[in-house]
């Protein structure tokens, strides 16, 4: 294989966060801003299974060399296919194979789909248990492990204890990680439950500063950050303000 098709599998990847992590964060789109903390963990019960689509490239470079692959293709396209036309059931059949494959991107999409699916059928409880099952199964590839977490996180969102949130997602919920967006919101609201705004406000200022993360989590970002009094618009020359009550030392 050239040098050239090497980077394909980690290109493919980064893309597919990429274009995941707009499908999420258009799902929440409509969330109001006053009652998000109370209802967090039910957006994600209306996000577009077919969003892991978009991983399907970095799953046929790793895999193609092999015969198998061919049918573990098929088997995913089938799925997807099935999922575009609102056919859950037989989306969850076709990736029924795929469940327990030795090719690891096949397995790990397989596994959060048919986790989506439960959510899409209003079964969070097999859901949760679905993104548990990837989120702690050490031979994946850590962008699964990492979206499986935060899934997991979103879904049971409303019945965790808030310092769970936080320590499970902390470490996500860096600038710089590709889910810095969706994990820092989460540790954010929970540190605003917990009544530590000063905590809060500043993160909330970094994702509203963070061109990295989706837009409209920068902009719910902004305005929960101006309601802890910090004032995180980004001047035109292009330095954020970042300053307000809720300012750390």
Do not use: C, H
């Amino acid at each position: 294989m050239a040098k050239d098709d090497k980077k394909k599998p980690e290109e493919e990847t980064d893309r597919g966060e990429e274009v995941f992590m707009r499908e999420v964060d258009d799902a929440v789109r409509q969330a109001d801003l006053q009652n998000f903390a109370s209802r967090y963990g039910v957006w994600i019960g209306l996000v577009i299974v077919a969003g892991l689509a978009s991983l399907a490239g970095w799953i046929f470079y790793s895999n193609s060399e092999t015969e198998e692959a061919g049918l573990r293709s098929e088997e995913y396209v089938a799925a997807v296919d099935s999922i575009s036309q609102n056919n859950m059931d037989g989306a969850s059949a076709a990736l029924k194979p795929l469940e327990d494959t030795k090719q690891d991107g096949y397995r790990a999409a397989a596994q959060l789909m048919q986790a989506n699916i439960a959510l899409e059928k209003n079964d969070p409880a097999k859901a949760i248990e679905g993104y548990k099952k990837v989120a702690a199964d050490a031979d994946l590839p850590q962008p699964f492990r990492d979206l499986a977490l935060i899934r997991q996180t979103a879904t049971e969102f409303d019945s965790l204890e808030s310092q769970q949130v936080i320590d499970r997602l902390k470490p996500l919920a860096v600038p710089g990680n590709p889910w810095f967006g969706s994990a820092g919101e989460m540790v954010a609201i929970a540190y605003l439950e917990m009544d530590k705004a000063d905590l809060a406000g500043p993160l909330f200022a970094q994702l509203a500063q963070d061109e990295t993360v989706p837009p409209t989590i920068r902009s719910r970002a902004l305005q929960m950050a101006g309601v802890q009094g910090i004032d995180a618009v980004i001047s035109e020359d292009g330095d954020g303000a970042a300053s307000g009550e809720g300012e750390t030392e």
